[in-house]
């Protein structure tokens, strides 16, 4: 038990729990900008990956097919270094990583929504137009909430690995919690803070399951 005792007096425990805290806060802010900005952004997205126009749609198409298909971590150092090369203009470390994370995000957002708004049988529309809904009041009161319901699944899958994928901001400098961890693990020279860490992102993706494991349920008179 003294052996215990000093090995947590040598790490300073109260302090790592501190800064770890702090960088926790770090990563809960990259989490909610970057859903803040990206959910919406994917419903522009899908727009232009259902337009009739084929100019619109085949370039949304390319846009996807770049971003779905290279690493959200060259994404970053792409956003963060090509402005000033190419344009001159910089952005700081923290907005570049929002930045990137919100155009990733919402190319991964924009087909799952695709796919539920497709899902959605012709018949759906076809009756709330007999029915005298407007297209607006059809998509917001038929339409929306099935497909809500029906892309619960995917959205929580992918905002679990938001979650996780706020640890690779730290390719950037951004003080977030697993950058924290590793500087932390490094000076003490101890697995302690990356323990912590875990512990963190796990109560996070823990959180995040049971609200999606409410909003299922809250939308369950649609199954």
Same mark, same amino acid.
């Given at each position: ?5 000093? %090995? ?7 302090? /790592?729990?501190?800064?770890? /805290? ?9 989490? =909610?900008?970057?859903?803040? =900005? ?42 963060? =270094?090509?402005?000033?090369?190419? =344009? ?16 990733? %995000? ?6 799952? %929504? ?11 529309? &076809? ?16 339409? /929306? ?12 899958? &992918? ?56 909003? &299922?349920?809250?939308?369950?008179? %649609?199954?």
């Amino acid at each position: 038990m003294s052996a215990l005792s000093a %090995y947590f007096q040598r790490i300073r425990l109260d302090r /790592l729990l501190v800064a770890m /805290l702090r960088s926790s806060g770090v990563s809960l802010e990259v989490f =909610f900008l970057t859903l803040l =900005f990206a959910l919406p952004l994917a419903l522009l997205v899908t727009a232009g990956r259902m337009s009739r126009l084929a100019v619109v749609s085949k370039l949304t198409n390319a846009f996807m097919l770049v971003i779905r298909g290279t690493p959200l971590m060259l994404q970053l150092i792409f956003v963060y =270094f090509a402005p000033p090369t190419l =344009f001159h203009v910089g952005m700081g470390r923290f907005t570049a990583a929002i930045v990137a994370m919100v155009i990733n %995000y919402a190319a991964y957002f924009a087909e799952i %929504y695709r796919g539920g708004i497709q899902s959605i049988a012709r018949g759906q529309y &076809e009756a709330a137009k007999v029915l005298g809904f407007t297209k607006v009041q059809t998509f917001v009161r038929v339409i /929306l909430p099935q497909v809500v319901k029906k892309i619960l699944p995917a959205m929580g899958n &992918e905002v679990i690995t938001l979650v996780k994928d706020t640890a690779l901001v730290q390719v950037l400098g951004v003080g977030e919690l697993f950058h924290v961890a590793q500087t932390q693990s490094g000076r003490l020279v101890s697995v302690m803070p990356l323990f912590i860490a875990g512990v963190f992102y796990f109560m996070m993706n823990w959180g995040v399951s049971k609200f999606f494991d409410f909003a &299922e349920a809250r939308l369950g008179y %649609y199954s």
